[in-house]
Every structure is written in C-alpha cells, then in structure tokens.
T-cell receptor
Framework: DGGITQSPKYLFRKEGQNVTLSCEQNLNHDAMYWYRQDPGQGLRLIYYSQIVNDFQKGDIAEGYSVSREKKESFPLTVTSAQKNPTAFYLC????????????????????FGPGTRLTVL | AQSVAQPEDQVNVAEGNPLTVKCTYSVSGNPYLFWYVQYPNRGLQFLLKYITGDNLVKGSYGFEAEFNKSQTSFHLKKPSALVSDSALYFCAVRASKIIFGKGTRLHILP
C-alpha cells in the first residue's frame, strides 16, 4: 500500500447522495486508476487517467465521475445515478507505459491503495 | 479479445506442501503478466511480473511463476506453503490495457 493513500476507509451513503472517494499518491506516477471490487467478480475498471487533465472511461463508468487536476490526486465521485454502489473501491497508480509492442520497455506495475469500502444505507 | 482466466475459485493446501495457483491468458502479441495478492480488507500487493526473458520469474515472499507460451499459462508456485500465504490471489495480463482475473482464494491448512 506504500505511496498511495485512500480515504475514508469506510463510507456510508444514503439514497440519492453523491459521495467522493479520495486517492493520493506520492510515487510521481503519471497513470492512475479506479477499480471496483465485488465478491467473485475480481476487479473492474471504472476510470483511468494517463496524464493530468485527461481521463478515460473504463468498463463500468456509468454513475461515476472523476477529475485529475493534479498529478498526485485522482478523486472518484459516486453519483446518485449509480444504483448499486455498495462495493470495495481500489485506487492504483503506475508508471505510464506504451500500449504497443516495440516501444521501450517501461514496466507498468500497478501499485494499489488500501481501499475504501462504500455501503449504501 | 484479450482475457485472463483463473480456473479455480479456491485452492486448499496443507502447510509445508508445494502450492500452485493457475492462470491462463489470451492476448495478441507479447503479454505482460502479473500476480498480485490481497489480504482481507486491504489493497492488492504486487508479487511478480513477466515482461520478457527467463520463463521462471521469482517474486516476493518466496513465490515464483512460470511463463509457458505454448500453453498460454502463467501459474504461480511456491515450494513450501505457509499459513500466512492464505489470501486472495489475482493474475493480470496487459496487452492494450490491464485485465485482472477473478481471483483464487488460497487456504493453507495448518
């Protein structure tokens, strides 16, 4: 978990409420990611950002929003449009790596934060 | 389409015995392969990765993994299991993006 912090550790949301999960890293990584973890489903990518002021939707972006105003920070907002938000949310960061073979070898191991468990009341 | 599969939801091993957690993948081109471990209510911790080179990769906590291109597998192994190895293990493959398997829960029985 070193170098990436997530807060809060536990979060409770009421119906119709937006909540924001914090993710901060001091690893000087360019890329940051948000995953949702549900039992038996592994990790599913919500959003990712490869550079400041830019981000892309992952596989399950509906009902979520993000911002990347600073390299160190990548907050995730769970909006009221997300109908089943109860889950464990994981933030990660990595060195930016090329997407195609033949480029310089830059490892892109992802380093994860400790997670935030969100529960809808 | 790229994919990664962990065929076993759970693996039980007696302490001191060798352990194997299986992973198979499907990607076009050369894969980057990773193993991560997750302890309860914690984030994932990186164990090891294969990028290129030697097919046997050594990682943290005595774990190793063998890359087999013909079988498109990247099984995680340890010669002698410890009770403290009990956790959830994820295999991941990166081609155009990183995809994680669904995880295998490893139980080491004392």
């Amino acid at each position: 978990d070193g170098g990436i912090t997530q807060s809060p550790k536990y979060l409770f949301r009421k119906e119709g409420q937006n909540v924001t999960l914090s993710c901060e890293q001091n690893l000087n990584h360019d890329a940051m990611y948000w995953y949702r973890q549900d039992p038996g489903q592994g990790l599913r990518l919500i959003y990712y950002s490869q550079i400041v002021n830019d981000f892309q939707k992952g596989d399950i972006a509906e009902g979520y929003s993000v911002s990347r105003e600073k390299k160190e920070s990548f907050p995730l907002t769970v909006t009221s449009a997300q109908k089943n938000p109860t889950a464990f949310y994981l933030c990660a960061s990595s060195i930016q790596a090329p997407a195609f073979a033949g480029q310089p070898l830059i490892t892109d191991t992802q380093y994860f934060g400790p997670g935030t468990r969100l529960t809808v009341l | 389409a790229q994919s990664v599969a962990q065929p076993e939801d759970q693996v039980n091993v007696a302490e001191g015995n060798p352990l194997t957690v299986k992973c198979t993948y499907s990607v076009s081109g050369n894969p980057y392969l990773f193993w991560y471990v997750q302890y309860p209510n914690r984030g994932l911790q990186f164990l090891l990765k294969y990028i290129t080179g030697d097919n046997l990769v050594k990682g943290s906590y005595g774990f190793e993994a063998e890359f087999n291109k013909s079988q498109t597998s990247f099984h995680l192994k340890k010669p002698s299991a410890l009770v403290s190895d009990s956790a959830l293990y994820f295999c991941a493959v990166r081609a155009s993006k990183i995809i994680f398997g669904k995880g295998t829960r490893l139980h080491i029985l004392p």
